[in-house]
C-alpha cells in the first residue's frame, strides 16, 4: 500500500544538525511532492516546506529559509529534511506528507508517522 | 505568514452536530479553494478529512462536509460519534505558494 516511513527519534545538542528521512512506496516516487510539517509538544502544525521529488526544487516557509535543506534520493525513493543550528524551540515530532494524488492536488493524503526531534543540552 | 484562527475547543453531544470554523485573509483562504481539514488523534498523524473546502478523499464518512465564505472556511461534523473526539487543523495555500495551517480545535464529544 502507498506509505510514507519515516527514521527513528533523534536526540541533539543545541547548535547541532539533524536529518530525518522519509522513504516512499505503493506509488511512483517523482510523481507527487512531498511536504514537510512539524509539531511541537502540545502545539499545533506547522508547514516547513516542499520539495519536488521529480525536479528537486523547494520552496520553504519564510522562518526556516537558510536553516532547512530538502533533498531527495530518487534510487530508493527517499527524502530527506536537513535542520541546522537547532534550538530547544525545535523540539517536535516532524513529519513528511505527500501531495495529494489525483484531484486531491493541494492537500497531504498521505502522512509518514513522524520522527520525534528533542534538542537538549 | 501567521497561523490561520480556529476556536481552541468545540464540544457537542453525541448525534448532535458541530462547526469549526477557520478565518484567514484573502492572500490564502479568500483566495483560494485550496482549504483541506486534517484530523488528528492523540499521538498520531493527521489524516485528511476534507481538500479543495468541500471534498471527501474516498473512505472519509458523509458526516463531515465543509464550505467557505469569504475569507472563513468551516468544517462541519454531524451525527457526532465518540471517535470523533480529536484534534482538527485546518489548512490553505497562499500566495507565496506555500501553505499555512490553523491553530487547531479540541473537539469533545460529551
Known amino acids: 500500500q502507498v506509505q510514507l516511513v519515516q527514521s527513528g527519534a533523534e536526540v541533539k545538542k543545541p547548535g547541532a544538525s539533524v536529518k530525518v528521512s522519509c522513504k516512499a512506496s505503493?506509488?511512483?516516487?517523482?510523481?507527487?511532492?512531498i511536504y514537510w510539517v512539524r509539531q511541537a509538544p502540545g502545539q499545533g502544525l506547522e508547514w516547513m516546506g516542499i520539495?519536488?521529488?521529480?525536479?528537486?526544487?523547494?520552496n520553504y516557509a519564510q522562518k526556516f529559509q537558510g536553516r532547512v535543506t530538502m533533498t531527495r534520493d530518487t534510487s530508493t525513493s527517499t527524502v530527506y529534511m536537513e535542520l541546522s543550528s537547532l534550538r530547544s524551540e525545535d523540539t517536535a515530532v516532524y513529519y513528511c506528507?505527500?501531495?495529494?494524488?489525483?484531484?486531491?492536488?493541494?492537500?497531504?493524503?498521505?502522512w509518514g508517522q513522524g520522527t520525534m526531534v528533542t534538542v537538549s543540552s | 505568514q501567521s497561523a490561520l484562527t480556529q476556536p481552541a475547543s468545540v464540544s457537542g453531544s453525541l448525534g448532535q452536530s458541530i462547526t469549526i470554523s477557520c478565518t484567514g485573509t484573502?492572500?490564502?483562504?479568500?483566495?483560494?479553494?485550496?482549504v483541506s481539514w486534517y484530523q488528528q488523534h492523540p499521538g498520531k498523524a493527521p489524516k485528511l478529512m476534507i481538500y479543495?473546502?468541500?471534498n471527501r478523499p474516498s473512505g472519509v464518512s458523509n458526516r463531515f462536509s465543509g464550505s467557505k465564505s469569504g475569507n472563513t472556511a468551516s468544517l462541519t461534523i454531524s451525527g457526532l460519534q465518540a471517535e470523533d473526539e480529536a484534534d482538527y487543523y485546518c489548512?490553505?495555500?497562499?500566495?507565496?505558494?506555500?501553505?499555512?495551517f490553523g491553530t487547531g480545535t479540541k473537539v469533545t464529544v460529551l
Open positions: 506528507a505527500r501531495e495529494g494524488a489525483g484531484d486531491i492536488g493541494y492537500a497531504f493524503d498521505i
Open positions: 505503493g506509488y511512483t516516487f517523482t510523481s507527487n511532492y
Open positions: 520539495i519536488n521529488p521529480s525536479g528537486d526544487s523547494t
Open positions: 484573502s492572500s490564502d483562504v479568500g483566495g483560494y479553494n485550496y
Open positions: 479543495d473546502v468541500s
Open positions: 489548512s490553505s495555500y497562499t500566495s507565496s505558494s506555500t501553505y499555512v
